[in-house]
């Protein structure tokens, strides 16, 4: 079984796994752009290069991986408790985002419309994007991390230069895209731990449902 193939199988029925990630995992099979998972062992890690890309800095340290069935609840109701109901159907992890533990996952809002969040171990949460081809260009900008560097100044430009270059390459010709200079032409206004108020769709809904799981807690 390929990777994509074996990634879509993870998702929930409420849910697909995107065409552009299907086409990303292909491409990571076909160069063997992989290491092994130290926490779930058997399970493969998608990169954005070589392992030596990796380790050397050469690429965005984000990890693709989607998560099953009980991982994803468990890890819903480490952020909200039970007060979302089948939390696995709403909220997927897919891919760890910095060393600090964050991580983006696949959202189903209110609506029953899919999209691509942010979930930081520090508290920020945001939207990454409008549509999956955002993500993928947001991942090829070049920032060391999709979390802490990218999204605390999106408007600030990597530190350094010439990250992703194989990637960035097949991703402007497989999809004639281009790849912006900041996060921020990509991103809108991003929440951080300290905001009060936000546009921000999964920031609201995030904080609805922790306000929630608070009260729960408090009346137990």
Avoid at 58 to 76: K, N
Avoid at 100 to 128: K, M, N, P, T, Y
Wanted: charged share 25%; net charge negative; hydrophobic share 40%.
């Amino acid at each position: 079984m390929g990777y994509a193939e074996e990634m879509a199988k993870r998702m929930p029925a409420s849910m697909v796994l995107p065409s552009e990630f299907c086409v990303l995992f292909d491409w990571m099979e076909t160069h063997g752009f992989f290491m092994q998972s130290g926490a779930f062992p058997g399970d493969r890690l998608g990169l954005l290069g070589s392992e030596a890309d990796l380790q050397e800095d050469h690429v965005t340290a984000i990890l693709f991986r989607v998560a099953t069935r009980e991982q994803a609840r468990d890890y819903g109701e480490a952020w909200f408790g039970t007060v979302v109901p089948d939390v696995e159907e709403r909220l997927v992890p897919f891919a760890r985002t910095g060393g600090d533990g964050s991580f983006a996952a696949f959202w189903l809002d209110d609506e029953g419309c899919q999209q691509i969040v942010h979930l930081g171990s520090e508290g920020l949460v945001c939207l990454l994007g409008r549509t999956p081809l955002d993500f993928l260009r947001l991942i090829a900008i070049g920032y060391e991390e999709i979390s802490g560097d990218c999204l605390y100044d999106p408007s600030a430009p990597p530190l350094k230069a010439n990250m992703n270059v194989s990637y960035r390459a097949w991703l402007i010709d497989r999809f004639d895209v281009t790849v912006p200079a900041t996060a921020s032409q990509i991103l809108g206004k991003v929440p951080d731990e300290t905001t009060n108020a936000s546009d921000d769709p999964f920031w609201c809904w995030v904080r609805k449902n922790q306000t929630a799981r608070d009260d729960l807690r408090v009346t137990d």
